[in-house]
C-alpha cells in the first residue's frame, strides 16, 4: 500500500530565551493513501506542531518526512508553497474565507496561484467542487451570509479544488454546534470512502471516533496508535 506520509525519528525543538523546548520528539508515523487518521491529545502535546510539519507549514529540526515518495523535510520556503499549493488542501477552524469574496471565487483562489491557471477550466472545477460539498446554491454569496457550517463547508471545497494528495484538517469542528459538527464530520467520511486521505487535529474525542485510525500525542510523542471502527458524532456523543 502507497504512503503519502512517511516520518521518520521527526523532532521540532523551539528556542526563547536560550531555553530549547521539545515540541516532538522520535516521531514515526505512516499513513497510507485512502487512511482516515485523527491527531488527538491534550492542549500543548504537539498536533499543532506536527500538523504544520505535515502541512509544510513549518520544517523539523531533525528527522525525515517524505510525502507522496518525495523527501519534503528540508526544502526551501519556495518549493515548500510550490508542493502546499499543488497537492495538499488544508481545512481550518476559523475557516479563513475572505470576506470580500464570494463563495465562488473563495474556492477558484488557489488555482490562480497555478502556472497554468486556465479560467474556463478552473470554474469548472470550483463549480464542481461546490457541487460535492452540496453548495453550488450559494455560489454568489459571500462569506457572511452563510452559517459557520456551510462556511466550513465552502472551505473544505476550496482544499478539495487542487485534488490534493492529502486533507489536513485542524480542529475542522471546533466553531461549531454539534448538527453543524455532524454535517462537517459526514462530508469528511464521504470523502475517505471516495478515496482522499485525510489528518485531522482535534481535542474533542467524539469528533475523533470518526475517524477510522486515532494516534495520541502527549508531551511531544506519539503514546496510542490505533484503528477503530468509526463512529458518527452523534453516536459517540451519547457514549460520552
Not at 496561484?113 to 469548472?124: G, I, R, S, V
Not at 469542528?173 to 478515496?195: P, Y
Request: charged share 20%; glycine share 6%; net charge negative.
Amino acid at each position: 500500500m502507497k504512503h503519502v506520509i512517511q516520518l521518520n525519528n521527526i523532532a521540532k525543538a523551539f528556542i526563547s530565551d536560550e531555553i530549547q523546548t521539545h515540541a516532538l520528539q522520535g516521531i514515526n508515523l505512516t499513513v497510507a493513501k485512502g487512511e482516515y487518521l485523527a491527531i488527538t491529545g491534550p492542549s500543548g502535546c504537539g498536533k499543532s506542531t506536527l500538523l504544520s510539519i505535515l502541512g509544510l507549514l513549518d520544517v523539523p529540526t531533525e528527522g525525515e518526512y517524505w510525502l507522496s515518495g518525495n523527501n519534503v523535510a528540508n526544502l526551501g520556503r519556495d518549493q515548500r508553497a510550490d508542493i502546499r499549493a499543488q497537492h495538499l488542501g488544508f481545512v481550518f477552524q476559523s475557516f479563513n474565507l475572505i470576506s470580500d469574496l464570494t463563495v465562488l471565487e473563495n474556492v477558484l483562489l488557489p488555482l490562480t496561484y497555478q502556472p497554468n491557471f486556465e479560467k474556463k477550466t478552473a470554474m469548472l472545477q470550483a463549480k464542481q467542487a461546490l457541487e460535492d460539498v452540496d453548495m453550488q446554491h450559494r455560489m454568489n454569496h459571500f462569506p457572511s451570509q452563510l452559517s459557520g457550517g456551510q462556511q466550513q463547508r465552502v472551505a473544505i471545497a476550496r482544499a478539495l479544488i487542487n485534488a490534493p494528495d492529502l486533507i489536513l484538517a485542524d480542529e475542522p469542528t471546533g466553531n461549531l454546534d454539534s448538527k453543524n459538527a455532524q454535517l462537517v464530520l459526514d462530508l469528511f467520511k464521504k470523502l475517505n470512502q471516495q478515496g482522499k486521505t485525510i489528518c485531522m487535529v482535534t481535542h474533542d474525542p467524539r469528533s475523533a471516533e470518526s475517524a477510522s485510525r486515532q494516534i495520541e500525542l502527549f508531551d511531544g510523542t506519539i503514546v496510542s496508535d490505533r484503528t477503530v471502527q468509526s463512529k458518527s458524532f452523534a453516536a459517540a456523543a451519547l457514549e460520552v
